[in-house]
């Protein structure tokens, strides 16, 4: 593998990024369909292409390849965090330490831009995610209750 990261293009949606990202929302479509609607493909392509700006983007390449990418944004309330939008690894490459390197990435982020603190949110169903969180050092601050009506 010759793994790198670099900041996300717009022009990277028709390079690998979209199929990501469709993957992701997929994967999030399952574990929660009353929430995650079953939207078409060239409907999450317009998502997002039309939120492209509103968040920062790395991706992860293998060669020329986007296998991964980081969406976030920072914010300044009380203090100044790094908030986590979005991570998502292609399948086939899950379990090789690529989310570790775009948090690796977001944490040097954030240092440069004098951020307090990472935050993320993670659904519970996504059980990886959580224990690759928490393998490589985050804590859980707090939980999000809900009751479907």
Request: hydrophobic letters at 35%; proline letters at 1%.
């Amino acid at each position: 593998m010759n793994i790198r990261i670099r900041e996300a293009s717009i022009r990277d949606i028709d390079n690998g990024l979209l199929e990501v990202f469709i993957e992701g929302y997929r994967y999030h479509q399952n574990g929660r369909p009353d929430i995650f609607s079953n939207l078409s493909n060239d409907e999450l392509k317009e998502d997002l292409i039309r939120n492209f700006d509103n968040l920062a983007t790395i991706v992860i390449l293998d060669e020329d390849n986007i296998v991964g990418y980081l969406s976030y944004k920072i914010k300044e309330k009380h203090t100044k965090k790094l908030d986590v939008d979005q991570l998502i690894i292609s399948e086939s490459y899950r379990g090789q330490g690529l989310g570790k390197k775009l948090m690796d990435e977001a944490k040097n982020i954030a240092l440069k831009n004098k951020c307090d603190r990472i935050e993320l949110n993670c659904w519970m169903f996504n059980e990886n995610a959580l224990a690759m969180y928490e393998h490589i050092g985050y804590n859980r601050q707090r939980i999000i209750y809900e009751m479907k009506l």
